[in-house]
Nanobody, 119 residues
Framework: QVQLVESGGGLVQPGGSLRLSCAAS????????MGWYRQAPGKQRELVAT???????NYTDSVKGRFTISRDNAKNTVYLQMNSLKPEDTAVYYC?????????????WGQGTQVTVSS
């Protein structure tokens, strides 16, 4: 089992910055992908950014150039630095860890942290 604990959400004005952190614990394989997803009210959960254990990254178009995902493999922690925040970034942000066991992909989720961008 894997547990994910997120922190760093909050209320910020448009144009501001926030840094989310997610610490993973439990049975974690050396090869995995960690990422951030978000869900706004009335919308489906969407991918924000992912990073593999060799630090290959992927971003959704709407956050490119504003958000940066990074990870510390020694601490099993993933970060999301969010700059130039917009009201449309308001959502619950969820941390995800995906790893393979035999032929199956195992997905683990954090409890979510609220990010609100408002003046």
């Amino acid at each position: 089992q894997v547990q994910l604990v997120e922190s760093g959400g909050g209320l910020v004005q448009p144009g501001g910055s926030l840094r989310l952190s997610c610490a993973a614990s439990g049975t974690i394989f050396s090869i995995n992908t960690m990422g951030w997803y978000r869900q706004a009210p009335g919308k489906q959960r969407e991918l924000v950014a992912t990073i593999t254990s060799v630090r290959s990254t992927n971003y959704t178009d709407s956050v490119k150039g504003r958000f940066t995902i990074s990870r510390d493999n020694a601490k099993n922690t993933v970060y999301l630095q969010m700059n130039s925040l917009k009201p449309e970034d308001t959502a619950v942000y969820y941390c995800n860890l995906a790893q393979r066991l035999r032929r199956k992909t195992l997905d683990y989720w954090g409890q979510g942290t609220q990010v609100t961008v408002s003046s």
